[in-house]
């Protein structure tokens, strides 16, 4: 008599290894020459086996297995066959620790019009050290590269990944639609330039759950075009905290709307929650934002609306931020501010902001309720509110 179990089990290996059977297939980056050193090329080997999942009829795997595996600059194009592919990574992902090799490339590891793209599990270790360092020197310096980037792509999840020492940015979701991103995990030196941990642009639909950041910039930064964003269970710092903006760079730009960020605790960070424009012409807006139950842990600042922002003082002296900021609401916001200001809406007086709420805020400087500072800033308080509203 035939054991039940065993049939089942023969039977599932007979339908996986078997496309035309509709079932899943599987391509190892070891089976198309990859090498688990940490200092051969296998770029080629990555790019083959993507094309086999792409070219798959049916749902693919693309298998790595533990290791090191030195990668390239390297573009994963879309327009595949099937629209569930899933990149199982357990080994580490490294790129050039000589910075010139990326140089100005802009990307490290990027997906392009993709469909249906899932990645589990895995490091990418960006070895940005050398190029931060170069920076930090005032030499004259490549730009470097965003680690990891999905553009013009649907239906994307990212789970369980860890980014480290990226070069610039370590995540980025630029227009796309249905992104999933969560349990990664971000680790980069306070000290790093433009190392964002994630950041949202001209993207709908993006959710970001427990994450653990730690960068030398904004722990999630939501640039313009972004619209029902959820970012829930966020640990940040040290770090920029998460910042909606820098907006209205330019003059005509589409803005920002439905965002929530829930249940996030910061720790030691430059900033808690943030909106952030240029002071200077600009047809953005920001509406429709909810900040909910945060915890702040001496933050210098824990909320902040900045639309005088002009780095080096170039390009907009004299001018106001055309972006509109209304309805924004800060309910269950406690902890300690690293300064007496913890409350701080500097907002254009051209476009003042509106709808701002506070309900159930309690931040203190030393022991002592903190102080509040508003210009041009219209709104309301409700529930304790401490420091004292200046709406």
């Known amino acids: 008599m035939v054991n039940p179990r065993s049939f089942l089990v023969l039977a599932l290996f007979f339908i996986f290894f078997n496309p035309s059977l509709g079932g899943l297939v599987s391509f190892n980056v070891l089976d198309s020459g990859a090498k688990p ?11 083959n086996a993507w094309a086999a999942a792409c070219g798959s009829v049916t749902p693919a795997t693309v ?14 194009r879309g327009q595949c066959k099937n629209r569930a592919i899933t990149i199982q990574i357990e080994g580490t992902l490294v790129a050039p620790s000589d910075y010139g090799v990326l140089g100005n490339a802009g990307n490290w590891l ?13 490091i990418l270790d960006g070895q940005g050290i050398g190029l931060w360092a170069c920076k930090a020197s005032g030499k004259s310096c490549p730009s470097g590269a965003t680690s990891l980037s999905f553009t013009n792509s649907n239906n994307i999840v990212i789970n369980g990944l860890t980014s480290l020492n990226s070069q610039l940015y370590h995540i980025v979701i630029n227009g796309c639609q249905n992104v999933k991103v969560q349990d990664v995990r971000v680790s980069a030196s306070r000290k790093s330039p433009n190392t964002d941990g994630i950041h949202v ?7 970001i759950l427990g994450a653990k950041i730690k960068t030398g910039d904004d722990c999630i930064s939501i640039g313009a075009g972004t619209n029902n964003l959820w970012i829930e269970n ?14 209205g760079k330019d003059l005509q730009e589409p803005g920002v709307q439905n965002v929530t960020v829930k249940t996030v605790t910061f720790t030691g960070s430059q900033n808690g929650v943030r909106i952030k424009s240029w002071g200077r012409p600009s047809s953005g807006f920001v509406k429709g934002v909810l900040f909910q139950h945060a915890l702040m842990v001496n933050v210098q600042n824990p909320i902040v609306i900045d ?3 002009c780095p080096n003082n170039q390009g907009c002296p004299g001018e106001v931020s055309g972006v509109k900021i209304s309805d924004v609401t800060y309910q269950d916001i406690h902890g300690t501010s690293a300064t007496e200001v913890a409350v701080k809406f500097d907002c254009s007086s051209k476009n003042p902001c509106s709808g701002i709420t506070l309900q159930d805020v309690k931040l203190t400087y030393l022991n002592q309720p903190a102080d509040a500072s508003c210009v041009n800033a219209e709104g309301m308080a409700s529930g304790l509110v401490e420091p004292t509203s200046c709406l």
């Open 201 to 207: 642009q001209l993207s709908t639909g993006v959710t």
């Open 37 to 47: 050193d940490g200092k051969t090329d296998s770029t080629k080997a990555f790019l």
């Open 234 to 247: 966020v640990a940040c710092g040290p770090g920029h905290g998460i910042s909606i903006g820098s907006l």
């Open 307 to 309: 639309q005088n922002y």
């Open 63 to 76: 298998y790595v297995p533990p290791g090191r595996y030195l990668l390239l600059d390297t573009i994963f």
């Open 110 to 122: 990027s997906f392009e019009y993709v469909d249906g793209v899932s990645i589990y599990g895995g």
